[in-house]
């Protein structure tokens, strides 16, 4: 029994040691983890930081101009040190009569402003606006969101009413001259804002409303302006639609003048053509009537020259006669041989003449 004793009394104590040393573990790292929050700030990734030092311990005393970026970062506890973090983001200050729940944005009175004609328009408008030097928005603004209340929002509405103001109530319906306003009042806001380390980056007007009256007016005689461009439209595309036809008229006309001018001058070509043929033609008639005289002539002559040339003639007619009588073979030598040659012979053997 006093064994086990001694052995339950061992057991115990090695418990309330272990319950100590565990004690003391949870201790230290509670105590690390107050210094570290108490030593470190960490900065987020969309955040810049600027520094404080209000006692000179470790570094000597003022704002430092050093822009602390995201990550840990070292800081003194008990407002010996301060950490001022900004957004570094795109950020939206929106002017509007429709709020929304967007928590990334602040909402202000949309922006009432009168155009040069003398008239009011309520102008909800976004400002896109950037903080791109920590430094110098705490040097000259001073921490959290001064740089709004005393930047951004005493700016703002003057400079869009300034700029957009020069604008008479129709040209608020023209996009490009909206938007040449909007660069003309962003260059404005960055000359007063950019030495504070505020850059603007868009205005961008989202919707205008004049009063329901002149509302009324303005898009009935909008209505009315599009139905003279509309009718003038229309006259214009008639009157090109005219000049069209007298176009494609002019075009025809042209094409049968140019292609009768082609049928006449075929014609005219023809007729030389059939003039030519004929002239040669008569002349080689001529030609030949004169051969033939000519040939009537000779053999005239001949005739008449001496019988002989009687004779040759009359063989000359015989062989034309020959010309059309199927061949015969007839012995050349002996005492009835035939000399196709000898005229003489030829004729006594026809009887067409009669032997000497």
């Given at each position: 029994?006093?064994?086990q004793?001694?052995?339950?009394?061992?057991?115990?104590?090695?418990?309330?040691?272990l319950r100590?040393?565990?004690?003391i573990?949870?201790?230290i790292?509670l105590?690390?983890?107050?210094?570290?929050n108490?030593?470190f700030?960490?900065i987020q990734?969309y955040?810049n930081?600027?520094l404080v030092v209000?006692?000179?311990?470790?570094?000597s005393?003022g704002?430092?101009?050093?822009?602390?970026?995201?990550?840990?970062?070292?800081?003194?506890p008990f407002?010996l040190?301060n950490?001022?973090?900004f957004n570094k983001?795109?950020q939206?200050?929106e002017?509007t009569e429709y709020?929304t729940q967007?928590p990334?944005?602040l909402?202000l009175n949309?922006?009432?402003?009168?155009t040069?004609d003398?008239?009011?328009?309520?102008?909800d408008?976004?400002v896109?606006?950037?903080?791109?030097?920590p430094y110098?928005?705490f040097?000259?603004?001073?921490?959290?969101?001064?740089?709004i209340?005393q930047g951004?929002l005493?700016?703002?509405?003057?400079?869009?009413k300034?700029s957009?103001g020069?604008l008479?109530?129709?040209?608020?319906?023209?996009?490009?001259k909206?938007?040449?306003q909007?660069l003309e009042?962003?260059?404005?806001?960055n000359?007063?804002l950019?030495?504070?380390?505020?850059?603007?980056?868009h205005i961008?007007?989202?919707?205008?409303?004049y009063?329901d009256?002149?509302?009324r007016?303005?898009?009935?005689k909008k209505?009315m302006?599009?139905?003279?461009f509309?009718n003038?439209?229309?006259?214009?595309?008639s009157?090109e639609a005219?000049?069209v036809r007298?176009?494609?008229?002019e075009?025809?006309a042209q094409y049968?003048?140019?292609l009768?001018?082609?049928?006449?001058?075929v014609q005219?070509?023809n007729a030389?053509?059939?003039?030519?043929?004929?002239?040669?033609?008569?002349e080689?008639n001529l030609l030949?009537?004169?051969a033939?005289?000519k040939?009537t002539?000779?053999?005239?002559d001949?005739?008449m020259a001496?019988?002989?040339?009687?004779n040759n003639?009359v063989?000359?007619d015989?062989?034309?006669?020959?010309a059309?009588?199927?061949?015969?073979?007839l012995?050349s030598?002996?005492a009835n041989?035939v000399?196709p040659l000898?005229?003489?012979?030829?004729l006594?053997?026809?009887?067409?003449?009669?032997?000497?």
């Amino acid at each position: 029994m006093a064994a086990q004793g001694k052995q339950e009394g061992k057991h115990t104590d090695f418990l309330g040691m272990l319950r100590i040393a565990l004690f003391i573990t949870v201790l230290i790292i509670l105590v690390a983890v107050i210094l570290f929050n108490m030593f470190f700030v960490y900065i987020q990734p969309y955040e810049n930081g600027v520094l404080v030092v209000k006692v000179p311990i470790i570094r000597s005393r003022g704002v430092k101009e050093k822009v602390y970026t995201p990550g840990l970062h070292f800081v003194l506890p008990f407002n010996l040190e301060n950490m001022h973090r900004f957004n570094k983001k795109s950020q939206v200050l929106e002017l509007t009569e429709y709020p929304t729940q967007n928590p990334y944005a602040l909402f202000l009175n949309a922006a009432n402003i009168q155009t040069s004609d003398g008239f009011f328009v309520t102008v909800d408008v976004s400002v896109v606006y950037k903080i791109e030097d920590p430094y110098k928005i705490f040097t000259n603004l001073g921490p959290g969101d001064n740089y709004i209340t005393q930047g951004l929002l005493p700016k703002v509405e003057p400079i869009l009413k300034e700029s957009f103001g020069k604008l008479n109530t129709e040209e608020f319906y023209i996009s490009p001259k909206r938007v040449a306003q909007s660069l003309e009042a962003r260059d404005n806001l960055n000359k007063d804002l950019n030495p504070f380390g505020i850059k603007i980056e868009h205005i961008l007007v989202r919707y205008f409303k004049y009063s329901d009256e002149i509302q009324r007016n303005i898009e009935e005689k909008k209505l009315m302006d599009q139905l003279v461009f509309k009718n003038q439209s229309e006259a214009k595309a008639s009157a090109e639609a005219a000049e069209v036809r007298k176009s494609r008229e002019e075009g025809e006309a042209q094409y049968r003048i140019r292609l009768e001018e082609g049928k006449a001058y075929v014609q005219k070509r023809n007729a030389e053509k059939d003039l030519y043929v004929r002239t040669k033609k008569a002349e080689a008639n001529l030609l030949v009537a004169l051969a033939e005289a000519k040939k009537t002539r000779l053999k005239n002559d001949a005739l008449m020259a001496s019988i002989a040339g009687s004779n040759n003639l009359v063989g000359l007619d015989l062989a034309g006669l020959l010309a059309n009588i199927d061949v015969i073979v007839l012995p050349s030598d002996g005492a009835n041989g035939v000399n196709p040659l000898d005229i003489d012979s030829v004729l006594r053997m026809l009887e067409v003449r009669g032997g000497r």
